[in-house]
């Protein structure tokens, strides 16, 4: 499991407070599953040669990073409320020795500061959830990118179907939000269960999409729907 990087309880200020923590808490509560999820988001955007990437909630810069090493020549923008989260995500761009190629700055998803079509793709990962006007984000996402453009959300869901899903479920419900407040001294990730209870099923999500103004390719759960990645195009 993983930590969303967004407004409300998830907001720039919480996670300006565990910053220093966020990278280990990730790999804790999801036991590492949260790094093929990622890796599986960027092979799924089939980032082009030169090209021009938008992550949204970047947080420290895992995707950024991963999307930057993708192709050769592309070009990374990071954007994500939490100033604390992004300077820890600067001194790994730098470490990585991308500091030419990705950018990280200040900002949400409802209101991104690039002109149309300033980007070849888009990633989001585990911030969605928690956007408060996501028909807004997901308009604006279609806004800057090109036609033709490919868009990959990476998101936590509540597992509904199948043998596992009341054992996985316990595991949102009453681990991870436990868990976390123990790892991180703090008691509000026990809003994490409640998020992923409140986010909607994957097809409802898909169709806000559609409704953006996306063209939904692909819906895929991953660990028996513990997360899915949403994979859509702009229309030319």
């Not at 590492?32 to 990437?53: F, H, N, S, Y």
């Not at 947080?59 to 994500?80: F, K, N």
Request: charged share 25%; proline share 5%; aromatic share 6%.
């Amino acid at each position: 499991m993983t930590v969303e990087k967004s407004a409300g309880l998830g907001s720039g200020s919480m996670f300006d407070a565990i910053a220093g923590r966020y990278d280990f808490l990730n790999r804790a509560m999801s036991l590492g599953t949260d790094v093929r999820w990622r890796k599986k988001m960027i092979r799924a955007l089939e980032i082009p040669q030169g090209g021009r990437v938008l992550d949204l909630a970047t947080g420290t810069a895992d995707v950024a990073i991963l999307a930057a090493r993708a192709a050769s020549g592309t070009t990374v923008v990071g954007v994500d409320p939490s100033a604390k989260m992004l300077e820890i995500g600067r001194a790994k761009v730098e470490k990585a020795g991308l500091a030419d190629r990705v950018d990280l700055i200040e900002g949400i998803a409802e209101q991104l500061a690039f002109p149309d079509a300033s980007f070849d793709r888009i990633s989001m990962a585990f911030g969605i959830r928690n956007v408060p006007d996501r028909a807004r984000a997901l308009s604006e996402m279609a806004r800057v990118t090109v036609p033709g453009g490919r868009l990959a959300i990476l998101e936590l869901t509540e597992p509904r179907d199948g043998l596992i899903a009341p054992f996985a479920r316990f595991h949102v419900h009453h681990v991870i939000p436990r868990l976390g407040a123990v790892l991180s001294g703090s008691r509000e990730y026990r809003y994490l269960q409640q998020s992923i209870a409140a986010f909607p099923p994957a097809a409802e999500f898909a169709k806000q999409m559609t409704t953006a103004g996306w063209k939904v390719t692909a819906v895929t759960p991953l660990s028996f729907g513990a997360c899915h990645l949403f994979v859509a195009e702009k229309g030319r």
